[in-house]
């Protein structure tokens, strides 16, 4: 298997919990679906066309948020107002909802494939975009700070525990426990939260004028910083990165 990274940073990011109405919530790390977008627009590809590439290729991947080894600090969160158009019945009327969003995040993407060809092919694209590449809205414009060489890549045997900050495939919830020793070491008040698990679209049935609606979903968990799971979950090793990689083929 071969495998590269791509380092993407922001002022904002925001990722739309599926789920949300009139209050949009962020996820903390992009979804696959945003992944394989971002990749898209290296491409120069829309998204059915994208999804369908890694599907065909079986291209891999995966996310971790560097922001802390990257900025120094955690990301921020803020909440902003957006005013939009509705159509209720013959009237259009205006409103607003609330939507969260990520102060200057720093996120790793992880790419791999058994073919080194296609993921070159890919590697290339995103050294030089073929569309601007944003985390989340298009007015999120991202930052490309480092595309790393193509690599061969190996799974870590045994599975890892230390996950955090990544998206892990599957329910992780009754499969943590905090880690105390980097709760005692830090500075200031700690809140211990628990994992989020949310289920996300895998899979998509596409209309003829591109539009998309989710028709397979996977739980998928996000661990803080201050948690790690108890039993080892498979990983690959990109270097000193430890990371679960996703498949939608």
Request: glycine share 8%; proline share 7%.
């Amino acid at each position: 298997m071969y495998g590269f990274s791509v380092v993407l940073s922001a002022e904002t990011a925001s990722f739309r919990d599926p789920g949300g109405q009139l209050y949009h919530a962020t996820l903390p790390l992009p979804p696959v679906s945003t992944i394989v977008g971002i990749a898209g627009a290296a491409l120069g590809l829309p998204f059915q066309q994208s999804w369908e590439f890694f599907q065909a290729n079986n291209v891999n991947l995966g996310v971790k948020d560097i922001t802390r080894s990257w900025r120094g600090t955690l990301p921020g969160k803020g909440l902003d107002l957006w005013k939009y158009q509705k159509i209720v019945t013959n009237e259009v009327r205006s409103d607003i909802l609330k939507r969260e969003f990520l102060f200057r995040p720093v996120y790793r993407l992880f790419y791999s494939c058994k073919d080194r060809e296609t993921l070159e092919h890919l590697r290339q694209a995103f050294i030089s975009p073929a569309w601007a590449l944003s985390l989340g809205t298009s007015d999120d414009i991202a930052r490309l700070e480092e595309v790393s060489q193509t690599e061969t890549i190996e799974e870590v045997s045994g599975g890892s525990v230390e996950l955090s900050l990544s998206l892990i495939p599957g329910d992780q919830s009754d499969n943590y426990s905090f880690d105390w020793e980097v709760i005692r070491t830090t500075p200031i008040r700690t809140s211990l939260e628990l994992p989020m698990v949310k289920q996300l679209p895998v899979s998509f049935v596409f209309g003829p004028n591109g539009e998309r609606k989710g028709c397979k979903f996977r739980p998928f968990t996000f661990l803080s910083g201050i948690q790690r799971l108890k039993k080892p979950c498979p990983a690959y090793s990109f270097g000193i990165d430890i990371v679960p990689l996703i498949s939608i083929a």
